[in-house]
């Protein structure tokens, strides 16, 4: 227990510095906010769950003694939770047999993961709208504030001045296009972010030894076909008015991306032992990252793979012999 809390700390101590170095204003600053979670997850994966969360709790604590309780809240739901339950789900077995004193162990689906990794994106952005306003109209009239407040702050205009950009002849058509977009966008990005750090503290502490779990087989992962109902439901609910709008805005574009995750996977497997698989592979995440709406498309490969097993039909062409 010593040891778990010694890591926990450290890990904690970490994870803050990284959460902090947002005030320093550098664009440096960005992509370690994001890496925040790295330090609890690799604990998580590395040592145990509970140290994952005592490195929760102790970032927390270290940020609200330092910057105040927004810090310390921010920091537990953006951060400190997700990646305590994530690692925690990523260690998660069971035995379902074996030989001897050495049972067989069933490990947490991969799949099921990656769901939660969206699920607990959406929530963050969801806890967040509060902030902004409480009903559909407050919470757009609050974020344009703050997007103009902050376009003011950057360019130096004065608040008596009319707001204007470099290059952006309508201002405030920009400004409610972002308003529409930002809460999705958020939920993307979170959900990116969840996962990538999943994986990188995954390769670290496999690179260290101490990864208990085998590495999954990244291309096997499935969803459930419940979720299909889910996202077809969050879409539909995106025309609601209201906060019910935004919020579904927010759960499907987290689904959405977890959907273009196993469209990936979906295509890693189905070009596999194909002679034009690096081009194929290759030339769909470069036009994922170049026209990102494109991942639609792979988002859509993943959900016709739910309903009608799009990687068994293309085994079973390949081979009929074996599936006969």
Known sequence: MMQFAVIGISAGAAAALL????????????????????????????????????????????????????????????????????????????????????????????????????????????????????????????????????????NGTALEAPLGMPGVSKIDRLIDFLVNVIPPAAAVLATATNLFNLWLAAHVVRLSGRLARPWPQLSAMRFPPLLTAALVLAIGLNFADGIIGIVAGVLSASLLMAYGVLGFAVLHEITRGTNSRPFVLGGAYVVVLMVGWLILAVCLLGVLDTLIDVRGRVARKRNPTAFS
């Open 19 to 154: 959460f902090a170095s947002v005030t320093s204003g550098a664009w440096l600053s960005i992509p370690l906010f994001y890496l925040a979670p790295l330090p609890i997850m690799i604990a998580g994966l590395g040592w145990s769950h509970l140290a994952a969360l005592i490195a929760a709790i102790a970032g927390a604590l270290a940020l609200g003694i330092v910057f105040g309780a927004v810090f310390l809240l921010a920091f537990l739901t953006s951060a400190g939770v997700p990646a305590w339950w994530l690692s925690y789900l990523g260690m998660l077995a069971r035995p379902v047999g074996g030989n001897g004193h050495e049972p067989k162990l069933e490990w947490y689906p991969l799949g099921r993961l990656v769901i939660w990794a969206a699920i607990l994106a959406a929530i963050v952005v969801i806890v967040a709208i509060p902030n902004f306003g409480t009903d559909a109209e407050s919470f757009r009239t609050g974020l344009r504030a703050a997007l103009s407040a902050m376009m003011r702050a950057q």
